[in-house]
């Protein structure tokens, strides 16, 4: 692996500049969530959040300069387009069920438990889920194998998600579908490719980080990651709404549930 040991002051100008541009950030879209009474604009800021993180590392790290390139231009190009889609999906629309209902259940002052449950949550995953970039951008040496696997297997996530979310609008758009269940092209390998393309995509980042000394201890970023497209606020969640409409049911029994493989046949 070579490279130099790592200079933990280092990383902690990195972390805890990240953490203080995280915290701007939610207060900014604090603002503007009250201002426009609804808290979905969260979602926009979840992918613009990683790419401020990366780009923060980026500057501020003592590192390899070509990774921190690397892994800015890849987060960017992940982050920015999450970002713009959720954008316009959620443009003209209200608020989001998942806040209506965590909202009901507020104690007091509404804008007071958003606060805490919303936004600070969010900006806490925020910086956990992104240490991989901040330890990556203060570490020497790579093994460049390691690397190219996680180019690869950030590829794949970026394309299953590009291409599900693009291969779904188009099946909204089209008025003959209305009532209908998307189960074409990748939406008949998984149930949920959008969710499992963010779920590689930073697994692919992860390894790029664990190719150089100590970015291996940033396993428990992915992980989380992945918990929270599976099992929290993603797919599970999803699936519990989805399960109400009329075909579902077989499209579950047909499809799988996160990680992509080829589809069973009607008649199976």
């Not at 995280?22 to 808290?39: C, D, E, F, K, P």
């Not at 007071?112 to 951008?137: D, H, M």
């Not at 180019?151 to 291969?167: S, Y």
Request: proline share 4%; glycine share 10%.
């Amino acid at each position: 692996m070579g490279g130099r040991a790592v200079n933990w002051s280092d990383f902690l100008t990195v972390s805890l500049a990240s953490l203080g541009g995280t915290a701007l950030l939610m207060i900014v879209t604090a603002l503007i969530g009250a201002r426009l009474g609804r808290h979905n604009v969260v979602d926009v800021t979840w992918g613009g959040g990683f790419v401020l993180i990366a780009l923060i590392s980026a500057v501020t790290g003592t590192g390899e300069g070509w990774r921190r390139i690397l892994l800015l231009v890849l987060v960017g190009v992940w982050g920015l387009r999450l970002a713009a889609h959720v954008f316009v999906r959620s443009r003209g629309h209200g608020e989001d069920p998942r806040y209506t209902e965590l909202l009901s259940k507020a104690p007091g002052n509404k804008t007071l438990f958003a606060l805490r449950k919303i936004y600070l949550t969010q900006a806490l995953a925020l910086w956990f889920v992104s240490l991989p970039l901040q330890v990556s951008a203060v570490a020497h040496g790579s093994v460049v194998p390691v690397v190219v696997l996680g180019v690869l297997l950030w590829m794949l996530g970026w394309t299953f998600e590009t291409v599900g979310d693009a291969q779904l609008k188009a099946f909204k758009a089209d008025a003959s579908n209305k009532g209908k269940i998307m189960d074409r092209g990748l939406w008949s390998w998984t149930r949920h490719p959008n969710y499992f393309g963010d779920s590689a995509v930073w697994w692919g980042l992860f390894l790029i980080s664990a190719s150089a000394w100590p970015g291996v201890f940033t396993l428990l970023s992915p992980i989380a990651m992945t918990y929270f497209l599976v099992f929290a606020t993603g797919a599970r969640l999803l699936e519990r709404s989805m399960e109400k409409r009329p075909g579902y049911r077989e499209y579950q029994q047909r499809t799988s549930y996160f990680l992509p493989r080829p589809p069973k046949s009607r008649s199976e």
